[in-house]
């Protein structure tokens, strides 16, 4: 399935950048223009999947914009999501009413825009499938640890592992070298840890680098403290 197209109307150029990079990280194709004017004509043209469209805007306000997409045959439908002011609950109340499907008001987080931007895509029949949605993998040296599958390969060859062993090698992967006490990964790696001590992490980690063979080499003991992974 082709990548979602989305357009991005807005005129301040630091926005704009923030915004292109990081719907760009989440996987969808980008363009954008910096005047409502330009930003009409962009929608006519390439018939983006979905508009991110700022209401200041120079030569044309957003409103205007929404107001034209929604009026033309062409571009009737075309999902708008809108940057809003926090102030301007009028321009809200009447960008939902031209058409725009919904809103964040500024300053916004990425984080909540992302969300919008997934919510209305999947609203218009695009499927969850951008980056984020990819099983997580991480890797150290010859380790792979797929979390949704619950695979463990080393080489790749799949090592059996049970499931608290795999979260304790992920968590050693995701410390990126910095040492873990024994109270740390007993808070992090077990759920319940009702009857567990700090010995048992000892036990766990004995067993687990002998399941991972040479492999089991990178987890380090550091004498005192606890565990940490060692640069492959
Ligand atoms: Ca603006």
Redesign the pocket.
């Known amino acids: 399935m082709a990548r979602p197209r989305i357009l991005v109307v807005?005129?301040?150029a630091d926005l704009r950048g923030l915004l292109e990079y990081n719907l760009r990280q989440a996987g969808y194709d980008v363009f954008s223009r910096s005047t409502g004017k330009a930003g009409l004509d962009a929608a006519r043209v390439e018939r983006p999947d979905l508009v991110v469209l700022?209401?200041?805007?120079p030569e044309m306000p957003g409103l205007d914009v929404c107001k034209a997409l929604q009026r033309e045959p062409a571009t009737r439908g075309l999902p708008i999501l809108m940057?809003t002011a926090r102030s301007a609950e009028v321009d809200r109340v009447l960008g939902l009413e031209l058409g725009a499907e919904d809103y964040v008001t500024k300053p916004f987080s990425v984080r909540e825009l992302l969300v919008r931007v997934r919510k209305i895509l999947a609203r218009h029949g695009f499927a969850e499938t951008s980056k984020e949605e990819a099983p997580e993998e991480l890797r150290a040296g010859p380790l792979r640890v797929s979390l949704d599958y619950h695979r463990v390969t080393v080489d790749g060859s799949e090592v059996p592992l049970t499931a608290t062993e795999i979260r304790l090698l992920a968590h050693l992967i995701r410390s990126g070298g910095r040492v873990q006490t024994r109270t740390r990964l007993l808070d992090e790696v077990w759920e319940d840890a009702g009857d567990v001590t700090e010995r048992t992490v000892d036990t766990f980690v004995k067993r687990l680098r002998a399941k991972l063979g040479p492999a089991g080499d990178l987890i380090e003991t550091v004498r005192g403290v606890g565990y940490k992974l060692r640069e492959p």
């Open positions: 807005e005129d301040e700022d209401l200041m805007l940057l």
